[in-house]
């Protein structure tokens, strides 16, 4: 393996270089407000504010310097998380159940709904399918009006349900999986009937094991947007604060209680890094499959 990498690095051509120098540049720069957010939730709730106080307040003739060590380092503010304030605590678990239930939900209809639209020809397929392309690309402010209207009637506004099934219907995944799922070839599904295998069995076993990159990719895709839910919780559950997400809490942390804050983004933080990691050749070889199809 490091051979094969030397080699490749020796086969770099001056442009390959000037490349992974841009990349990495980039890298550094999404990486480094991650790094600095786990730095500073060990910082002492003095220290942090200390720091935090200094800025805007800037003299041009100073360097604006960040301290990159605690002295000393401190556990007090995941203590109060975990143990004294339990708020934080269950706005965490808000977020994982809002995360937990969204996914199931996608998982059984997403896949369906993309192989319905894929594998068979129906009266109205085409017009459906046109209809998701346009929610697809419509942001959540044109739909905003129509799904309060909608919820209301159904009576699930300030209910957890407001938030969970309009996310279980998403056109982007359902376009992403279908996109992939025209491509499989027919044979592979006709060569199934002949041993017997119908609809039904052949979507469970021959479909899905097919489409796991793209599922997989589309899961970590899904986990990252149902994990950062914001502007949903906050107009469905304008009157029910006690039901809200972690991330749509972070605004309500003054800078006396910045320390929290920095402790509460490393946990917000570190699940979606987590999936990511666990998800990433999918992530990158679903989405190209995709592309190629």
């Known amino acids: 393996m490091k051979k094969h990498f030397k080699r490749k690095l020796k086969s770099l051509s001056p442009g390959g270089w000037v490349m992974i120098c841009v990349m990495s540049l980039l890298c550094a720069l999404i990486l480094i407000p991650m790094a600095l957010t786990f730095l500073y939730s060990f910082f002492s709730r003095g220290e942090i504010s200390a720091f935090l106080s200094e800025r805007g307040n800037y003299d041009e003739s100073v360097f604006l310097t ?15 998380i975990f143990i004294e304030d339990s708020s934080y605590l269950k706005f965490f678990l808000n977020s994982v159940f809002y995360t937990g239930m969204i996914l199931l939900g996608q998982a059984l209809i ?8 894929s ?25 905003m009006a129509p799904s309060v209207m909608m919820l209301r009637k159904m009576n699930l506004m300030d209910t957890v349900w407001a938030v969970i099934l309009p996310m279980c219907f998403s056109p982007l995944y359902i376009f992403l999986i279908r996109q992939f799922m ?70 309500r942390i003054s800078t006396d209680g910045a320390d929290i804050a920095f402790a509460g983004a490393t946990l917000y933080i570190l699940p979606t890094l987590f999936v990511y990691l666990f998800f990433q050749e999918n992530i990158v070889s679903g989405i190209q499959l995709t592309e190629l199809k």
């Not at 997403?110 to 639209?117: C, F, Q, R």
């Not at 397929?125 to 697809?136: A, G, K």
Request: hydrophobic share 50%; aromatic share 12%.
């Open 110 to 117: 997403v896949p369906l709904t993309a192989y319905a639209l």
């Open 119 to 143: 594998r068979f020809s129906f009266r109205g397929r085409d017009l459906i399918f046109f209809i998701i392309l346009i929610l697809m690309i419509l942001p959540f402010q044109v739909t």
């Open 66 to 80: 960040f301290p990159l060590s605690p002295a000393p380092a401190s556990i007090g503010q995941y203590y109060e």
């Open 182 to 251: 025209v491509g499989i070839p027919n044979e592979l599904l006709e060569a199934g009937m002949v041993d017997g295998v119908g609809p039904v069995r052949g979507f469970i076993h021959v479909i899905l094991p097919v489409c796991k990159p793209v599922i997989g990719a589309a899961c970590a895709l899904s986990f990252a947007d149902s994990w950062n839910l914001v502007e949903q919780p906050l107009l469905y559950l304008a009157n029910r604060e006690d039901l809200r997400p972690l991330s749509v809490m972070f605004n």
